[in-house]
């Protein structure tokens, strides 16, 4: 084992993603460590050989696992586009340098067939052109002289005259400012006192702002993220990394833009919380979300538009997945009969659950449940990756009813925006709330309508409904359900507004579910996302952990209101 604790001196990580230059990265990638320590062990005057050896041992260990502040604790500071003056302005314009290279080119030539007609004598011709070739040579020549420098150009060497190129700075500040790589692989003794004479010297990783100490650990801290599975992608080295950095460079002389070259790796979150997290529970269809944003233009949609989203984003995705879909991917078997098991929900995440909530649809998302097949969770993120290629960078287009188009952008975290935070949805609680409401798999009968007793018997039949949903991906019986046709936090909308929906049944026919809001407690803590009722793969039935406990004191007849 060897871990490398690298450590943000200002508390700041200022790095771009690879695939957008207006994000920010983290955590940190284990390339981007690799690429810091090629920079110092290329930058001594004579680059050591145990060192270049060191280095060559780790570029060929698998990914290793991750210790860092997780996304819900990483603050994100907004990108802005700031306009800085380029820096190869020059007093010699290019034109120039091409007309004296080609001079030059054509009186070396001639330079030596005279020198080799002559017998290697030096003849006044051979003198006259060896004049001629030092006086192309004198670029001195061209500036000195008062008068002869191009004014333009002169110019351009001030700030004010250069032109500015658009740049983004983003950067995010963890909770903690420590990062830990740990590879599992034992290096020998001399590649150990290598990398750390290496990670001594090691000063940024990513922005010349992020200023770093690095250091090998005797021991690793219990790791926040593993590789090989998971919706998080980061960038890792592989055997032949150096030599490729060396290719580039020799390409790119550091002045132009280039590329970091990698391998993408799955990474998935751990649970930290150790024992606590054996009293935990978790529902069947909860996993890991692929987060997509709605762009700022776009972000007033309600929430009421739930479905007609989710459908869009599965219809989206099955475009670009190959066929067959799996039956994880698609919800159904070969026979078109429902799956069983759990397959991928198609989730909308509005802007609720805090005191300026709007009901606004933030952005969309894709989850994968923990218990997912291999295959099917591989067709996700490929159709994914496809639909990305498909449009103009990288964004997803999504093409909603009436012909609205969308163009989503696939967001890795942390995020802004805390409705995108899988946190926010995934928190263990013993609370919830419906954020869209839930569909009933029955009709409890009519809940407006008809003689108290028989109101008091449909709402009663409606909480049932809401216990059985629970139980049937997987969660304990709740101690108490309320439910109701208002929204139960802020931002949510009445169960009247949303859409109808309806669903075929197993004989044919098209059935119409009820929907209504409920807050649920649990006497263990559940963790999310938790997504109930019918509609549950559609975005309907989005739960949200409450920090503490939320009742609504009465929330019979429809008459339930938020207590905050």
């Known amino acids: 084992m060897i871990a490398v604790e ?3 001196l ?47 041992w780790l570029e060929g260990q698998a990914a290793p696992a991750i210790t860092a502040s997780p996304s819900a604790d990483v603050a994100v500071r907004r990108s802005v586009s700031h306009f800085v003056p380029v820096n190869d302005a020059s007093v010699v314009a290019g034109a120039q340098y091409r007309r004296r290279d080609e001079q030059l080119d054509d009186h070396l030539d001639e330079f030596y067939r005279e020198l080799e007609s002559a017998g290697g004598e030096v003849t006044r011709a051979v003198e006259r052109l060896r004049d001629k070739i030092d006086k192309e040579r004198d670029v001195a020549s061209m500036v000195d002289p008062v008068g002869a420098t191009n004014p333009k150009a002169a110019v351009a060497l001030l700030p004010d005259g250069r032109g500015k190129q658009e740049r983004q700075f983003p950067s995010v500040t963890p909770e903690r400012s420590q990062v830990t790589f740990c590879w599992e692989a034992a290096p020998p003794s001399d590649v150990t006192a290598a990398l750390d004479a290496l990670l001594g010297r090691v000063t940024r990783i990513g922005h010349s702002s992020s200023l770093v100490s690095c250091r090998l650990l005797p021991t690793a801290p219990e790791p926040t993220m593993r590789p090989g599975t998971g919706t998080t992608i980061l960038r890792c080295t592989q055997r032949g990394q150096l030599a490729a950095l060396e290719q580039m460079y020799a390409a790119h002389e550091g002045t132009r833009p280039r590329a970091m070259p990698f391998v993408g790796v799955r990474y998935t979150n751990v649970d930290t919380k150790g024992g606590a997290a054996s009293a935990v529970v978790r529902p069947d269809v909860a996993g890991e979300l692929v987060v997509f944003e709605l762009p700022g233009d776009k972000r007033h949609l309600p929430l009421t538009r739930t479905v007609e989203c989710a459908e869009a984003l599965r219809g989206a995705i099955f475009y670009h997945a190959d066929d067959p879909l799996p039956e994880g991917l698609s919800g159904h078997l070969p026979d078109g009969r429902p799956s069983r098991d759990p397959h991928i929900a198609f989730l909308a995440l509005p802007n609720v659950g805090h005191n300026h909530a709007d009901g606004r649809l933030m952005g969309m998302a894709v989850m994968l449940p923990d218990g997912l097949d291999e295959a099917a969770a591989r067709a996700a993120l490929r159709a994914i990756g496809l639909w990305e290629r498909a449009e103009p960078n990288g964004q997803c287009r999504l093409t909603l009813l009436g012909g609205a188009v969308l163009d989503l952008q696939r967001k890795q975290p942390p995020f802004e925006f805390k409705s995108l935070e899988p946190q926010s949805w995934s928190r263990q609680s013993h609370d919830w709330a419906s954020a869209t409401p839930i569909a009933l798999p029955k009709n409890p009968g009519r809940l407006t309508q008809g003689s108290p007793a028989a109101r008091a018997k449909a709402w009663a039949a409606a909480e049932d409904q809401v216990r059985q949903s629970c139980a049937h991906v997987g969660l304990p019986e709740p101690a108490t359900v309320a439910v109701s046709l208002d929204p139960l936090m802020i931002g949510a909308r009445p169960a009247a507004a949303f859409p109808v929906f309806v669903q075929g049944s197993r004989r044919g026919d098209v059935v119409r579910r009820r929907l209504v809001h409920a807050t649920l407690r649990f006497d263990a803590e559940v963790e999310g996302p938790v997504v109930l009722g019918s509609g549950r793969f559609l975005g309907l039935g989005l739960m949200r952990p409450l920090p503490a406990r939320r009742t609504s004191p009465e929330t019979r007849d429809g008459r339930g209101q938020d207590e905050r």
Do not use: I, K, N
């Open 6 to 8: 690298v450590t943000l």
């Open 10 to 56: 200002t508390g700041r990580y200022v790095a771009t993603a690879h695939h957008d230059r207006r994000e920010h990265e983290w955590p940190p990638h284990p390339a981007r460590l690799f690429s810091a320590l090629v920079a110092t062990w290329a930058d001594a005057d004579v680059p050591d050989a145990d060192e270049r050896h060191a280095l060559e």
